[in-house]
């Protein structure tokens, strides 16, 4: 080559170094070019994706003030629920309390303006001395007594005996011990106002007086007209009149099987009948009154029967005592009426032993006062409203009833004679904090999580009881503090939001309830004069933040945008590698789905940046 260019003539040779000369500065000059065009190019690449990363920095800082601030407003709106459903619990609490003392009050003065009229006073007189000549008066000889005995036997085992075998679940009443305690003025009487008495069983107080000659029966068909009047009129179950010397029960309107016996050595000397008779014979003061709760009763079919008594004095002298037995129907009467009770709502009263001393509304099987009186174990009520009512202490909050149900319950104890008996008015939280909303079978939570985007709504107490779910999963009904999801990201969260009584933030993590899959939560307490109420919790919908981070406006065909949490798994859906780094299949492998690049590790340790990486599929990227 150089021969050739020597061996060229001169004129050639200054025309080649000319040519030489003249390309050489072009030739630096295009690979300037070249070289800031590519830098150009380079800045504009980085420039659109570090663009686009400020763009969604600021739509996922937005989302997520977004969620807090509806988190604010939904917390003032269930505790402006709560305060509205516990105020009208407790009103209602109130009235019935004041409707049941009244009432008790009434009855406490109509036995005593009974007790002290002068007719009663006179019957009293007259019952003790006629009953005792009864059996004399009409010439009960011994045959005539055994025929009677044997004729009444029949009674208590037919009549009475399947009565009390249909109200007992096919129980058989003992025949023979219940006559062998029978005294033979007792069988007399018994049998000609209960045997010989026309008027079917249920039905013998319609008698006025018996078919006999004795005075016994002349002053009965004077008395007992007026008195079965005043019983009929006020809703009493029976009236008895009994002599305080011997207890014997000497006037019934009723006429059941403890007519004429003696509540001192009687078959029915034991019962709660007896201690209200003993108690008030041992009064001294004509105004005085005596209540005994209730309890099982044989002559009234087992059934429970509370007494209220006062004594029948004339002047100083005391005659016997006046017995009012209490009616079931009019105290469930006015704890049945359910204004301001919706559908799931009712009140109730409970005794000390956990029974019940009015109907259930919910649950007329078991929670009736005869149906739990007879079942103690599936008609009792020891719940935590009922306990703390029975301990003498009042007060509103949400508990599990006797169902099995979160409720709002207010109780308080009701003071009645020497009794102490628990009012609970209560409420499904379900209808109580949860409008329905107008129009649609839908709670307004269900609509709420529907219309912004969220997987679930938690209430919870206090005491970490998750009372309300949308979903309920099966964290519905557990304890966030110290049950099986305690350690989980709601359990966590609601622990800080009751510790710190303010907002609280839990990751994602594999949530068991929600199937394993990674869950993110956000919770905040309702606070009330420094206390917490309960705890208001959402659960994130990762679609909503899907939304967000995969909208691909400038991304062109092979670029994404997602979100890595500290553990280095995903937090958004991969774009390029659905089936490795989604969000649920990275925290189901990380092996396989955590994002470990240089670029993440930066963003991580909190610096900001744009570089080309190596990114988690091995691939060189420009990363910002």
Same mark, same amino acid.
């Given at each position: 080559m150089?021969?050739?260019?020597?061996?060229?003539?001169?004129?050639?040779?200054?025309?080649?170094?000319?040519? #030489?000369?003249?390309?050489?500065?072009?030739? &630096? %000059?295009?690979?300037?070019?070249?070289? *800031?065009?590519? !830098? +150009?190019?380079?800045?504009?690449?980085?420039?659109?994706?570090?663009?686009?990363?400020?763009?969604?920095?600021?739509?996922i800082s937005k989302f997520f003030d977004e969620r807090r601030g509806d988190l604010g407003v939904l917390t003032d709106m269930v505790g402006a629920?709560?305060?509205?459903?516990?105020?009208?619990?407790?009103?209602?609490?109130?009235?019935?309390?004041?409707?049941?003392?009244?009432?008790?009050?009434?009855?406490?003065?109509?036995? #005593?303006?009974?007790?002290?009229?002068?007719? &009663? %006073?006179?019957?009293?007189?007259?019952? *003790?001395?006629? !009953? +005792?000549?009864?059996?004399?008066?009409?010439g009960i000889d011994e045959a005539e007594l055994k025929r009677m005995r044997q004729e009444l036997r029949g009674y208590y085992a037919n009549q009475f005996g399947v009565e009390y075998a249909n109200q007992n679940g096919g129980t058989k009443p003992d025949v023979d011990s219940m006559m062998a305690a029978l005294s033979d003025n007792a069988v007399a009487l018994q049998y000609q106002y209960i045997q010989?008495?026309?008027?079917?069983?249920?039905?013998?107080?319609?008698?006025?007086?018996?078919?006999?000659?004795?005075?016994?029966?002349?002053?009965?068909?004077?008395?007992?007209?007026?008195?079965?009047?005043?019983?009929?009129?006020?809703?009493?179950?029976d009236i008895f009149m009994i002599d305080a010397k011997t207890g014997r029960i000497v006037y019934s309107v009723f006429k059941e099987l403890d007519f004429n016996t003696s509540l001192l050595t009687g078959p029915w000397s034991k019962t709660n009948f007896a201690d209200a008779f003993r108690q008030a014979a041992a009064l001294t003061q004509a105004n005085d009154v005596?209540?005994?709760?209730?309890?099982?009763?044989?002559?009234?079919?087992?059934?429970?029967?509370?007494?209220?008594?006062?004594?029948?004095?004339?002047?100083?002298?005391?005659?016997?005592v006046l017995i009012f037995q209490m009616p079931l129907e009019r105290i469930s009467e006015v704890m049945s009426e359910r204004a301001g009770l919706g559908e799931t709502g009712e009140t109730y009263l409970v005794g000390p032993d956990?029974?019940?001393?009015?109907?259930?509304?919910?649950?007329?099987?078991?929670?009736?006062?005869?149906?739990?009186?007879?079942?103690?174990?599936?008609?009792?009520v020891e719940t935590k409203g009922s306990v703390a009512a029975l301990k003498g202490k009042s007060g509103a909050e949400i508990i599990i009833d006797y169902n099995g149900n979160p409720v709002l319950s207010a109780y308080t104890p009701i003071k009645i004679g020497g009794l102490t008996w628990g009012l609970l008015a209560e409420i499904d939280v379900a209808e109580a904090f949860v409008p329905r909303v107008a129009g649609r079978k839908s709670d307004f939570y269900a609509d709420y999580i529907k219309k912004y985007g969220y997987y679930d709504l938690?209430?919870?107490?206090?005491?970490?009881?998750?009372f309300y779910t949308v979903t309920h999963e099966a964290d519905y009904q557990t304890n966030m503090l110290d049950g099986k999801y305690a350690s989980s990201g709601l359990?966590?969260?609601?622990?800080?939001?009751?510790?710190?009584?303010?907002?609280?933030?839990?990751?994602?993590?594999?949530?068991?309830?929600s199937n394993g899959d990674p869950a993110a939560f956000i919770a905040e307490p309702v606070v009330n004069k420094g206390e917490v109420e309960l705890v208001v919790a959402l659960q994130?919908?990762?679609?909503?933040?899907?939304?967000?981070?995969?909208?691909?406006?400038?991304?062109?065909?092979?670029?994404?945008?997602?979100?890595?949490?500290?553990?280095?798994?995903?937090?958004?859906?991969?774009?390029?590698?659905?089936?490795?780094?989604?969000?649920?299949?990275?925290?189901?492998?990380?092996?396989?789905?955590?994002?470990?690049?240089?670029?993440?590790?930066?963003?991580?340790?909190?610096?900001?940046?744009?570089d080309i990486v190596i990114d988690y599929n091995g691939n060189p990227v420009l990363s910002a």
């Open positions: 150089l021969r050739k260019m020597l061996s060229l003539r001169i004129g050639s040779k200054l025309i080649a170094a000319f040519l #030489l000369i003249g390309i050489a500065p072009f030739a &630096v %000059i295009g690979l300037v070019a070249l070289d *800031r065009s590519s !830098e +150009a190019l380079h800045k504009q690449a980085f420039g659109q994706l570090e663009s686009v990363r400020g763009i969604k920095k600021v739509q629920f709560r305060r509205e459903a516990f105020n009208k619990l407790i009103a209602v609490r109130e009235i019935k309390k004041t409707a049941i003392e009244r009432y008790f009050q009434t009855i406490n003065d109509q036995v #005593l303006t009974l007790s002290e009229d002068r007719m &009663v %006073i006179e019957a009293m007189r007259n019952f *003790r001395d006629y !009953e +005792a000549s009864f059996q004399t008066e009409n010989a008495n026309a008027n079917p069983l249920g039905e013998k107080h319609v008698l006025d007086r018996g078919a006999d000659a004795s005075q016994y029966s002349a002053y009965h068909g004077k008395v007992h007209p007026v008195i079965r009047t005043y019983l009929e009129k006020f809703g009493y179950y005596v209540l005994v709760d209730f309890a099982q009763y044989m002559p009234s079919y087992d059934s429970p029967a509370s007494f209220i008594a006062s004594p029948i004095m004339d002047g100083g002298e005391m005659l016997g956990q029974l019940m001393r009015s109907n259930s509304y919910l649950d007329p099987k078991h929670h009736t006062v005869v149906a739990s009186f007879k079942d103690p174990e599936k008609g009792k938690f209430l919870m107490n206090p005491d970490g009881y998750v359990g966590k969260v609601t622990q800080t939001a009751l510790a710190e009584k303010k907002f609280g933030f839990a990751d994602f993590a594999p949530y068991a309830p994130l919908s990762l679609e909503a933040i899907n939304h967000v981070m995969q909208q691909r406006e400038g991304m062109g065909e092979t670029g994404e945008t997602y979100l890595v949490g500290p553990d280095n798994l995903m937090r958004s859906d991969s774009y390029l590698d659905p089936k490795n780094h989604s969000v649920k299949a990275s925290f189901a492998d990380p092996g396989k789905g955590s994002v470990e690049s240089d670029a993440a590790q930066a963003a991580l340790s909190g610096k900001t940046g744009a």
